[in-house]
């Protein structure tokens, strides 16, 4: 169990995070190069990745709810103080990335970067919360709010950064594929 976290912790990392950076440059590229690049296809490709991300996780979630209940507490989320937030959350990352089935939403760029967001819409609240709290921290240096600013700009621009360069580098498999199609 503890192995599939970890993978799902490494793809989390390199390639969930920066799906709103890839959709968004994937957008930019076909706006920009009107039908010139096989956007659609990477975008296929986005939601494929999507699916198939949702459905493992939700897998690993379930197995881990039945061999570890006490690690899983799904019942004291889901009642609690904050369950219609969890529940926002839950069928964010869930049910949301599952409705990418259906062929005229998973074609909309628009669409797709909603279901990115829902996925991770719990990290990008948490990381919004300590943005804001570390504003109002009075027992810290002036120093210390201005490296936690500086930090957490870097891992956006990092995650940016790396999301463009998957989006291109998938854009320049997608062509080579097609060009060597078309020699064939």
């Known amino acids: 169990m503890e192995t599939y976290r970890r993978i799902i912790e490494i793809v989390d990392a390199n390639i969930i995070y ?8 994937l957008m930019l590229v076909e706006l920009f190069f009107k039908n010139r690049f096989e956007t659609k296809k990477a975008l296929n490709l ?5 699916i198939f991300y949702a459905i493992v996780t939700f897998t ?12 899983y507490a799904f019942i004291n989320r889901a009642t609690g ?23 005229k939403l998973a074609s909309k760029f ?5 279901v990115a967001f829902g996925m991770k819409s719990g990290l990008y609240f948490e990381r919004f919360v300590i943005f804001v709290t570390s504003f109002h921290r009075d027992y ?15 891992d956006i621009g990092i995650i ?3 999301g463009m360069l998957i989006a291109i580098l998938t854009l320049i498999l997608l062509e080579i594929i097609k060009r060597s199609a078309n020699t064939a």
């Open 140 to 154: 810290l240096p002036e120093n210390e709010n201005t490296k936690l600013i500086d930090l957490l700009s870097f």
């Open 160 to 162: 940016f950064l790396q």
């Open 46 to 50: 986005v939601r494929w990745t999507i």
């Open 18 to 25: 920066c799906l709103i950076p890839i959709i968004l440059t």
């Open 110 to 114: 628009w669409y797709v970067l909603l």
């Open 60 to 71: 690993v979630y379930l197995i881990g709810m039945a061999i570890y209940p006490d690690e």
């Open 81 to 103: 103080p904050y369950a219609i937030a969890y529940w926002i959350m839950f069928f964010g990352a869930l049910i949301l990335p599952l409705t990418l089935f259906v062929k």
